[in-house]
């Protein structure tokens, strides 16, 4: 046999083989970049979860989900900045065509992540696999609607303002910790009293994010964030100018509410300097943790029968664009908003669980309740809760920090209340229109 010859028979052998190793593959094994039914089965898609709160509470919630399934694992990053850091970092990773599957987006920010981003609507999902959302607080899941109505996110970690207080400075002072103040002028009365030994009688949390103190002192007194055309902002009324007016007179007449950032008077009221702070329900469980007085809590303070407390916290977004990914998310935001995750949450940090269920269930939070009055109160107005008001189009942001500082400047006097007001109106109509 030539050796030419020999050449082609061991070319041809080869060949062969390669052909049947072909056909074993297609009748048995998936070829490279193909599964079959049962690999598909047991893939473990890998998603996303972008968030802004602080500690391990997350991280434990994470755990229970990955205890209950094994098809989804979640890898939980924490962002540091509140709503504010969250959307900084979203917008970065979308300009890297780099998005997380899901994030928690504040309640402020719903308008400008539903006109900007590649939102997955929750309705899709909830459609689909024919969701039961009866359990839901009606007023929490109107927090993830768009105008058009549909559910576009998923109610995941809810407040409200309220009034935290020293019982023990209010024993000091002469007053009934029993009861405490329900109205602005209760709270303006009880402030003067409290303001002793170097004190402060109370803060009201205008620094917090989204001018959120600012609209739930407005909508209180009657009047609206923006005006019902959406054409110019609300706030350039009345009620905005004695919202800041009370404020004004706290600090400047009666002296008894310091300037101060939030982490300043997180910091005064757990060290017993400040008696009453006015701010999110979502700080009860630090403040009880870090505080060695009796805290408690009551309602927002009303005016003329009225209270409006808009809703803080945030929704659970999904931006996952692959089909196995948005799944996974769906699957990932059903459990994070489901009765044992959600008591989770609330009494992790404080926020308030966002069904009914739970807050009926003695293994959740029934017994907790039960143990921990002061966490009840956030329950009491959740009739009065309004959505936190999203200024529209793109610098929609930008109002809040000109809201913020024309605040800021009449508390110290550097303006008269009504050139604030007007000042802030001024420049954030501009931006709108």
């Given amino acids: 046999m030539t050796t030419l010859k020999k050449q082609w028979i061991i070319c041809l052998f080869a060949v062969i083989m390669l052909l049947s190793a072909c056909g074993e593959a297609g009748t048995g094994q998936p070829l490279s970049g193909e599964q079959d039914d049962s690999e598909a089965s047991n893939e473990v898609v890998e998603i996303e979860f972008l968030h802004m709160h602080a500690g391990d509470i997350i991280d434990k919630m994470v755990e229970e989900y990955h205890k209950s399934q094994n098809k989804v694992r979640v890898k939980p990053v924490f962002v540091q900045g ?41 309705s899709s999902f909830v459609e689909k696999d024919k969701n039961d959302l009866s359990d839901f607080f009606p007023t929490m899941l109107n927090l993830g609607k768009g105008d058009d109505g549909k559910q576009y996110a998923m109610p995941f970690a809810v407040s409200t303002p309220i009034l935290f207080y020293n019982a023990d400075h209010f024993k000091e002072a002469g007053l ?11 709270v303006r009365d009880a402030a003067k009293k409290l303001t002793v030994n170097g004190r402060y009688g109370v803060y009201f949390d205008y620094n917090i994010t989204g001018n959120w103190i600012y609209q739930a002192m407005t909508e209180t007194a009657g009047g609206q964030m923006m005006s019902k055309d959406l054409k110019t902002v609300g706030f350039d009324s009345d009620a905005g100018r004695k919202a800041l007016e009370y404020w004004v007179d706290l600090v400047n007449t009666d002296k008894s509410m310091p300037v101060l950032d939030t982490q300043q008077a997180n910091q005064s009221f757990q060290s017993g300097n400040i008696s009453m702070y006015v701010s999110t329900t979502a700080y009860l469980a630090s403040f009880r943790e870090q505080s ?23 929704n659970l977004v999904i931006l996952a664009q692959d089909p196995k990914k948005q799944e996974a998310a769906w699957d990932f935001v059903k459990f994070a908003t489901s009765p044992k995750a959600t008591s989770m949450i609330a009494q992790g940090f404080g926020y308030m669980v966002t069904r009914n269920s739970a807050l009926e269930d003695q293994q959740l939070m029934g017994h907790f309740l039960q143990e921990n009055p002061a966490a009840k109160v956030t329950y009491e107005q959740i009739e009065d809760m309004v959505p936190w008001y999203n200024f529209p189009g793109s610098s929609g942001s930008k109002v809040y920090k000109i809201v913020q500082d024309n605040i800021q400047a009449a508390l110290l006097q550097q303006k008269s209340v009504d050139q604030a007001v007007k000042d802030a109106a001024t420049q954030s109509n501009a931006l709108l229109n």
Avoid: C, H, M
């Fill in 82 to 122: 509140n709503y504010e850091g969250i959307i900084e970092k979203i917008q970065t990773q979308a300009a890297a065509k780099q998005l997380p599957d899901v994030f928690t987006n504040g309640f402020v920010y719903t308008r400008f992540a539903l006109d900007t981003l590649p939102v997955v609507p929750a």
């Fill in 176 to 186: 009934d910790p029993e009861n405490p103040p329900k109205t602005w002028q209760d």
């Fill in 292 to 314: 060695q007085f009796d805290i408690r809590t009551a309602t927002f303070p009303s005016l003329d029968g009225k209270r409006v407390v808009p809703a803080g916290g945030n």
